[in-house]
């Protein structure tokens, strides 16, 4: 059931289970090291980030010029903002070794675009005026961006090259640029400058096996000179997958605990996406997106809209649009602050849907309206942050949903968020019902 594996969906799921990195700085290696590592388990029940099927991630120490066998068959492998930083002799091996050996099935490469650069000075200007790096080889007088950039490619040496690379390895090139301007360029020059960054992919054509062993034979050839070096294996990491991974209960219990929790929560709609991020849900799936889908289609009071509040067509709709709606469900939001017995007569569960407060509860003019003194029903605010002992009786037993919706929707000096009182409004529950909904954020944000 490849539901989110469409082509409308902007990033398709992708199901690694072997990433690598490679680098010459320590620096960047020591950081790698760091955020590939696995998270530490935070209880016996489930570890700080879960994951549903496992992964290696290994980093590496070395140049590009040195083959390395772990990474012959690659099906993908990314050079992002690297081949301008290669010294004239080392840049040679960068298409042999990552094409010709390593025969990955896509090869993204992104590099700085120096036709970009005329974006910050006038048409004509020469080159000394541009603010940044001349060229360190001497080769031309360009100015660069990078104090370490051997070169910096116009867009027509960069089509050249990549036609060339893809031709002589057995590649398509798909060339285009990103990081377009949003301010207009004031000499009209936006399409003829492009984007800030060139890139391209190479996707490998289906040669036959002979060929693709001829051009990789030619290619270890090409660089026997640089094998005296090895790749130095600085860390392997681990991730292993949940215990549950793949082990789904059965889906007319997953529906009971999608509207259990619904029910509870006085949820009368809720994101797909709130749901499945859930832990127990999450589990209790086996990490299959697509069982839940099909416990909620299969469970009686559940409906999975997929339609947009726009019109757009289903099939046009990312999953973050998906929402479930409990049937029969109040649809009543729960409340912001608790309520004590004494106050259950002034409850939202208590009130009829027609209900209006009194006006006189919206008077600002009454003498009992003084700023700094508090209702005294619980879960009030006082304005001042101490209390008045010598409060009237009749102040301690004011209607607190009145004083919430007079000082949440009128407008004046005195509302929620003005810091010349010295005081910030309640805080906003975080198990209410729009949690999640707008983009507030849950308690827990957990990786998947």
Not at 2 to 7: C, I, L, T, V
Not at 49 to 75: C, D, H, M, Y
Request: aromatic letters at 10%; hydrophobic letters at 30%.
């Amino acid at each position: 059931m490849p539901n989110f594996n469409s082509p409308h969906d902007p990033i398709p799921n992708l199901h690694p289970t072997r990433i690598a990195g490679l680098d010459i700085s320590q620096v960047d290696l020591d950081f790698a090291i760091k955020v590939t590592a696995p998270p530490p388990e935070t209880s016996d029940r489930y570890p700080s980030s879960t994951r549903w099927e496992p992964l290696v991630a290994s980093i590496w120490k070395g140049g590009l010029q040195v083959i390395n066998e772990a990474f012959v068959g690659a099906e993908c492998i990314v050079s992002s903002e690297v081949i301008e930083h290669l010294p004239s002799h080392i840049f040679p091996f960068f298409a042999p070794v990552l094409l010709g050996v390593y025969h990955p099935k896509m090869l993204l490469v992104t590099t700085p675009s120096y036709t970009f650069n005329a974006r910050f000075t006038s048409p004509n200007a020469p080159p000394s005026v541009r603010k940044g790096y001349p060229d360190p080889t001497g080769r031309t007088n360009r100015i660069f961006r990078h104090d370490d950039h051997k070169f910096e490619w116009t867009v027509q040496e960069f089509h050249e090259w990549c036609m060339e690379t893809a031709e002589r390895w057995g590649y398509e090139a798909y060339i285009s640029d990103v990081g377009r301007a949003t301010e207009k360029d004031e000499w009209g020059r936006d399409e003829e400058l492009g984007g800030a960054t060139l890139v391209t992919e190479f996707r490998r054509l289906a040669l036959v096996d002979a060929e693709r062993s001829r051009l990789e034979d030619e290619a270890r050839k090409m660089v026997e000179s640089t094998q005296g070096h090895t790749h130095q294996l600085l860390a392997e990491h681990k991730h292993v997958a949940h215990p549950q991974s793949r082990q789904p209960i059965s889906v007319t219990d997953i529906g009971k605990m999608v509207k259990t929790k619904m029910e509870e929560g006085r949820e009368g709609f809720m994101r797909f996406e709130t749901l499945w991020y859930d832990r127990d849900i999450g589990v209790a799936c086996g990490g299959f997106t697509e069982v839940l889908v099909r416990a909620i289609e299969e469970c009686k009071g559940l409906v999975l809209k997929r339609e947009g509040t726009d019109g757009a067509e289903p099939s046009k709709l990312d999953r973050d649009s998906w929402h479930i709606e409990l049937i029969g469900s109040s649809k009543q939001p729960k409340m912001l602050w608790p309520t004590t017995e004494e106050a259950n007569d002034t409850s939202f569960e208590y009130m009829p849907p027609d209900w209006v407060p009194d006006e006189e509860a919206y008077s600002d003019s009454s003498s009992d309206r003084e700023l700094g003194e508090s209702t005294g029903a619980e879960g009030d605010v006082s304005w001042n942050n101490s209390e008045d002992e010598t409060q009237d009786e009749d102040d301690d037993h004011r209607n607190p949903i009145s004083d919430v919706r007079h000082w949440a929707t009128e407008p004046g000096p005195a509302r929620w968020g003005n810091t010349d009182w010295g005081v910030s409004p309640p805080p906003h529950s975080s198990s209410g019902s729009t949690t999640g909904w707008d983009g507030d954020e849950s308690d827990d944000i957990h990786t998947f």
